[in-house]
């Protein structure tokens, strides 16, 4: 059974705890990096294509495909 988050660990350090033996994520630092260069993927995508579209929905998405990429709810 999981444990459940305490004192300063978030949902999302329990998470990656939870799927650090499948996933390449060892911290949280790791994760925001990951995310923040998938974001700006994204962005350059977007403009690319002419979309309009703003930096949270960027954001947004990318935390979307990276926390599902890795099990993370």
Known sequence: MAKKATGTESVIETEIKKTTKT????NL???FGEIEKK???IF???Q???LSGSDIDDWS???KEIKEKHGIK
């Open 23 to 26: 996933s390449k994520v060892k």
């Open 61 to 63: 998405q990318a935390e």
């Open 29 to 31: 630092s790791d994760l």
């Open 39 to 41: 974001s700006y993927e």
């Open 48 to 50: 690319a294509s002419g």
């Open 44 to 46: 350059l995508a977007r």
